[in-house]
């Protein structure tokens, strides 16, 4: 069960919220998917599971396109979005029971895939409360349960974790890795230890478009290349013109500043070269103060911000 993305868009007015993106996400693989606020990852999610159409592109979910046969594409789909939607005065088995009969699970059958739902979904102990009475780790359980259901190959989640303590997120994990070894996933999520700790591949999306794709490993060797240094410098009028100052140095290819230290920046040199001097001799010649300037190990942090700022 794959998925075949190929120049994918979806326009409101003149704003692009996807902008002719392609992937592909294999049988049997987690996607990570990741990318700030507002870069696209809702939206595209969003297509693969019909909820709207592009307005440009296509995507293929099993061989079946979502503009041919968008009901087909959604019985082989479960799909669990950023807010959860739970019907709070019902228990939690009559939900899923519900929700089995709305996925078209034979009548007959409904009681098993729901006696099933509660084991893989750790919710035995909770299966009588009414969804009301849950902890958001249940309410989240309960989800991952609806869209597993009527068994799809293929799960979406869109940050299934998001304002879970620490806890619940390392079970909800444990739940969605368990999950992999039988169904292709694809999950978005701000929390990049999440995303090494569970992804078999990392996609990262800014502005609606594809900036990077392969595994951690990957992703971090392509950047390995160019050196990142760690820079703060005091005595400067303002960090805005601190900034402009850094990005127009030879040496330079990319600058980002701390937002909890305006002073305070992640440097990327361009390919082969070194900034170090350049930034001391820069500081010499206009009077700053630098207090730090040392190089850094790449983390998948580190290329989330320099490719998303």
Known sequence: MSITVENLSKHYG???????????????????????????????????????????????????????????????IGYLPEHNPLYLDMPVYDYLSFAAALQGVPTGKIPDAVKKMISVCGLNSEKHKDIAELSKGYRQRVGLAQALIHDPKILILDEPTTGLDPNQQAEIRTLIRNIGKEKTVIFSTHILPEVEATCDRVMIIHQGKLKEEGTTADIKRKTQG??????????????????????????????????????????????????????????????YVLTELHQQETSLEDVFRLLTT
């Not at 290819?253 to 070194?274: I, L, N, W, Y």
């Open 226 to 287: 160019k050196e990142l240094l760690t820079v703060t410098i005091e005595d400067a009028p303002d960090s805005n013109r601190l900034w402009k100052e850094l990005q127009s140095i030879d040496t330079v290819e990319m600058v980002d500043v701390h937002k909890e230290r305006p002073c305070s920046f992640t440097v990327q040199s361009k390919q082969g070269a070194s900034s170090k001097r350049e930034i001391y001799g820069f500081c010499k010649e206009k009077g």
């Open 14 to 76: 003149t704003q692009k919220a996807v902008d002719q993106i392609s992937f592909k996400v294999n049988t049997g693989e987690i996607l990570g998917f990741l990318g700030p606020n507002g870069a696209g990852k809702t939206t595209t999610m969003k297509i693969l599971t019909c909820f709207i159409k592009p307005s440009g592109g296509n995507a293929w979910v099993d061989g079946v396109s979502v503009l041919d046969n968008p009901n087909e594409v959604k019985r082989k």
